[in-house]
Every structure is written in structure tokens, then in C-alpha cells.
């Protein structure tokens, strides 16, 4: 049976160290899953099995953004900025109306917020949002950053706020900026900005621009045909994007080109069609898990597709454009919970594939590596935040509704804020993908909502046999989180809150598991 953030703490225990797997190379678990169950594993492409190498990837888009903004009438002077890896982080909310950068929590509210290059504090923040809290359900006014390819887009939007908000020949207002008779509105600037990311992307000079040095740009790892080939024999695999057929079988090409095969895993030269029982491109997702598209039938030898709807029983190594997740359930003989599926994108994968399909959800996050190596590293700042929990309690421990006592903590509280500024800076300037603090961000509610497993890689799966049983961990709610079953002798254990500190400390990520409605019976074997 699976342990250690696979299987998190039983009730305010913990999987001796000993039992876990190196945290790089760990799964984590929000819902339990056997693995056992899952009859068809599925596959997004791009940053799930062909990674991009960062920074480099994201400088290309970056420039070629840059490019085709000064093409449509932005000032030259934006082509002198470069990409800052250190400063975008995925989840982050764009203000259409203001143009500030939020970074929030599952209810809206502000954790950071930045104005360009510039983070605003006090009176600045309640200048624009007087509850510091948004309605992120204002679908016009305030843009979700969630995946990967938003990081350069991100970006670009600090980079154009702090150009026009220094430029001398134009004026700032609270909703954009004024030249002459003229004014630029942030949300036009948005349109003008996600126009360009269209396209970048459907031009294909992104992806003409890869192909030409995919080296330079694409993760090479002889660990994917090894993993693939063993999911085959327990099971079927297919591979579902976004991406148009000759750009996949390029990437795709690449990716699985050992021409002598790998001398280090074994495993002997084979096709890359070969290693999947269903390949589907162009699937348009989240489209694709809702009523889909026309399915059609690649010509592999042209790249072009076949006249008319695709409608017998499936091919070996054929190649199918649009479709829907009903056909590829229909093709393969599987149902919703049968197919584990694989992806990067919170939304277009991972949410719809769960609430649409019923599919188990695996969340690839890159940046889950330096998250980890942070907080290992840093541990002494969360100890530290932990113990300043601790003072605070204490404080307040001998007083009730009678006391007039009001204990000074000012210092207290200024004290947490520095440390988990401390904290956040170590993660990078935008601060971590999780949590800013004590508190969870938005990016992090939906991964735990909606993404049965995650982990930095998919090839993670490659340290587990497929008989595992991933645990999730048990869920305290603060009542039973804060008091013990029975009496504790202080001489010999913890208190109620130590307790709870400890369960806290020992998540590898800090992050609660949310087993709310699907606490799978593989949960209870």
C-alpha cells in the first residue's frame, strides 16, 4: 500500500522518513487511487511528455511576442526588454481594468499585488480593491494565468504597464494610459496581448522557430519510451493535443529517436506511433471534453487530413485529428474512471477531463522541483513561522472574555511579515506557486481540488510498480486537527497546537488534501 505524501499522516501521524521515496522522485496524492484499476493512461504533449527547456523556450516567445507587438504599432523601445524568469509565477489573475498582476487566494483575495515591476502596499492596494478581495467570477474584467505558455504573457504585461507608466510621452490614468487625443485602455492592451499569443502560436512561428534548433529547446529523455513501454504491457496509451499532426510527429520524432535504442534502459529503436494505441491531434481542448469536433483520419505520409467523418473501429498507429473524450473512450473500450490522464493545463486537462468525464487526473508541475528544494532548504524560516504560532498562543492561553489584558503583538505580527517575505522571495519575486505565507493561493485550491496525483514529471511513475496504491492522507478539520482523543501528559507529549504545527510541517508542500465527494473505495482496500 503507497506511504509517504502518497499517503500522508493518519490522523496526526506520519510515515516514517525511512519509507519515502527521494521528494523528486515522489507522486502526490489529493484523492486515492489504485493504480492497479487504471486500464488506459493518457497523454497531453507539450510540457507533459515534451518538456521545454526553461528559460530558454520562454525567451523565444517572449521575443517573437515583442515583435509582433511593435509590427501592429507599439512604441521599439519594448524590444529592449528581456524575459525574467525570476519574476512571472503560473496562477497569477490580470485586472483588465487597472492592470495590476493579483495573486490571490480560492476566495479572491489578495495575497501580492503589482503594478508592472512595481509591488503596491496599504493604502495603494485599497486605492483600487478597498476589501482587498475580488470577484474572480467577473470573467471580463479579471484573466486567470494558469499554464506554462501564460508565463512569457505574464510577463509581457509587467514588462508594457512599466514601460508606458515611465514613458514620458504618455500620461497615466487609473484605467490606462493618454497620448494626445489618444487613449489606451489596459484592457485593450490585454486584447492586443493575447491576439499576439494567438498568433504566435497558430502562425507557427513558434513552432518553426523550435524546429529549427530543438535541441536548443526540448528536453531529450531516454526514461519516456522506457515508461511507455511499460505502461503498454499493463495497459493501453494514448496520446491527446492540442498541436496539429506535423509539429507532434516532429516533437514526437524527436523525442523517441534512439537510433540504436538505449544502451542505458535496454530498449531496442521503435516508431514513436508504436509506443500508443490511440493518437489524436488537433483536439482543441477543453472543447474535446465537451461536445468535441468532427473526427477525421490523419494521412501520416502528407500530414493532411481525409475527406469526411472517421468512422470504423480503430487502427494500429493511425492518426486521428478532432474527436471528442467520448470517442476515445468508444475506440478504446474504456469508461471515465478507467483512464488515468496526464497533463499540464488545470483547466484545459485537468478540470474538464475530471468534471466533464469522470476521468483520474495527473497534474504535471515543473516547478514543483524548486518549490521542494526550497522548502527543504529553507527550513528554518517555517520553523521559525511556526514558532512565532506558538508565542502567539501563548500570549492569549490564560485569558478569556473576563480579561481586560490586551496583549502588544505588533511586533509579532510585523515580525510574520517579514518572514514570510523572506519566504516568498526565496521562491522568486512573484513569490511561490502555492501559498504566499500561512495561506494557499488560487493555483493551489484547483490542483488539490481537481488533480487526483501530481508530481514534477510524469516519469515519476517510473519509481512506483503498478500494483501501487497511492493513499491520500487523512483531512483534520480544524476541531479534530486541535483536540486530542484523550488527555496528553505535557511531560510526555505535545500540545494541541504542537500537534497540529507538526502534521503541518511534516506535508511535504504544507498543502491539505481535499478527499471532499471522491474518497474512491481504492482509498479503503
Known amino acids: 500500500m503507497g506511504s509517504e505524501g502518497e499517503r500522508g499522516p493518519a490522523l496526526g501521524g506520519c510515515d516514517p522518513p525511512a519509507l519515502r521515496r527521494d521528494c523528486q522522485h515522489r507522486i502526490f496524492v489529493n484523492r486515492s487511487l489504485a493504480l492497479e484499476k487504471i486500464k488506459c493512461f493518457g497523454f497531453d504533449m507539450d510540457y507533459t511528455l515534451a518538456m521545454y527547456k526553461s528559460p530558454a523556450y520562454e525567451e523565444l516567445c517572449f521575443r517573437l511576442l515583442l515583435e509582433h507587438l511593435v509590427s501592429i504599432g507599439y512604441p521599439h523601445e519594448i524590444l529592449a526588454y528581456n524575459y525574467d ?10 485586472d483588465a481594468l487597472y492592470g495590476n498582476l493579483l495573486k490571490v487566494d480560492s476566495h479572491g483575495n489578495l495575497l501580492v499585488c503589482a503594478h508592472g515591476f512595481r509591488f503596491l502596499r496599504g493604502a495603494e492596494i485599497l486605492h483600487y480593491y478597498p476589501n482587498k478581495f475580488i470577484q474572480r467570477d467577473d470573467m471580463k474584467r479579471f484573466h486567470i494565468l494558469n499554464t506554462l505558455f501564460n508565463l512569457t504573457e505574464t510577463h509581457l504585461y509587467a514588462c508594457l504597464v512599466d514601460f508606458f507608466s515611465n514613458c514620458p510621452r504618455y500620461v497615466s490614468c487609473d484605467t490606462g494610459y493618454r497620448h494626445g487625443n489618444l487613449f489606451m485602455s489596459f484592457r485593450s492592451m490585454f486584447q492586443d496581448v493575447r491576439e499576439a499569443m494567438d498568433q504566435v502560436h497558430l502562425s507557427g512561428c513558434l513552432k518553426e522557430k523550435t524546429l529549427e534548433n530543438v535541441e536548443k529547446y526540448v528536453v531529450k529523455d531516454p ?63 477543453p472543447l474535446f471534453f465537451a461536445e468535441g469536433t468532427v473526427l477525421r483520419q490523419v494521412n501520416t505520409d502528407t500530414g493532411k487530413l481525409r475527406i469526411g467523418t472517421y468512422t470504423g473501429p480503430l487502427q494500429h498507429c493511425a492518426v486521428y485529428s478532432g474527436g471528442s473524450s467520448d470517442l476515445v473512450c468508444d475506440l478504446l473500450g474504456v469508461k471515465g474512471k478507467d483512464i488515468l490522464y496526464v497533463g499540464d493545463h488545470i483547466f484545459g486537462d485537468i478540470l474538464k477531463s475530471k468534471k466533464r468525464q469522470g476521468w483520474r487526473t495527473f497534474l504535471v508541475v515543473p516547478e514543483l522541483a524548486h518549490e521542494l528544494q526550497v522548502w527543504t532548504e529553507k527550513s528554518e524560516l517555517f520553523e521559525e513561522l511556526r514558532s512565532l504560532d506558538l508565542f502567539l498562543a501563548e500570549l492569549y492561553q490564560h485569558l478569556d472574555s473576563g480579561s481586560s489584558e490586551r496583549p502588544d503583538i505588533s511586533s509579532i505580527k510585523r515580525r510574520i511579515q517579514k518572514v514570510t517575505h523572506e519566504m516568498d522571495m526565496c521562491y522568486g519575486k512573484m513569490g511561490s506557486l502555492f501559498r504566499c505565507g500561512s495561506r494557499q493561493t488560487l493555483f493551489a485550491s484547483q ?58 510541517s511534516q506535508q511535504v508542500l504544507g498543502l491539505p488534501q481535499d478527499s471532499s465527494g471522491e474518497e474512491e473505495e481504492d482509498g479503503e482496500a
Not at 524568469?85 to 503560473?90: A, L, Q, Y
Not at 495497459?235 to 516532429?250: H, I, P, Q, R
Not at 529517436?257 to 494505441?277: I, L
Open 447 to 504: 490542483l488539490m481540488r481537481y488533480a487526483d496525483l501530481y508530481a514534477a514529471s510524469f516519469l515519476n511513475f517510473l519509481y512506483y510498480p503498478f500494483s501501487y496504491l497511492f493513499r491520500a492522507p487523512s483531512v483534520l478539520m480544524a476541531h479534530e486537527s486541535t483536540v486530542e482523543h484523550g488527555p496528553v501528559d505535557a511531560g510526555e507529549g505535545s500540545t494541541a497546537l504542537e500537534l497540529q504545527l507538526d502534521q503541518h
Open 85 to 94: 524568469p525570476t519574476f512571472p509565477t503560473r496562477g497569477l489573475v490580470f
Open 223 to 285: 526514461r519516456v519510451p522506457l515508461l511507455l513501454s511499460r505502461m503498454r504491457e499493463v495497459g493501453k496509451v494514448f496520446l491527446a493535443t492540442n498541436s496539429d499532426y506535423n509539429y507532434t510527429d516532429a516533437i514526437m520524432s524527436y523525442l523517441f529517436d534512439f537510433s540504436n535504442g538505449d544502451k542505458q534502459t535496454g530498449t531496442p529503436p521503435r516508431p514513436w506511433r508504436s509506443y500508443f494505441d490511440l493518437i489524436v491531434v488537433d483536439t482543441r481542448k
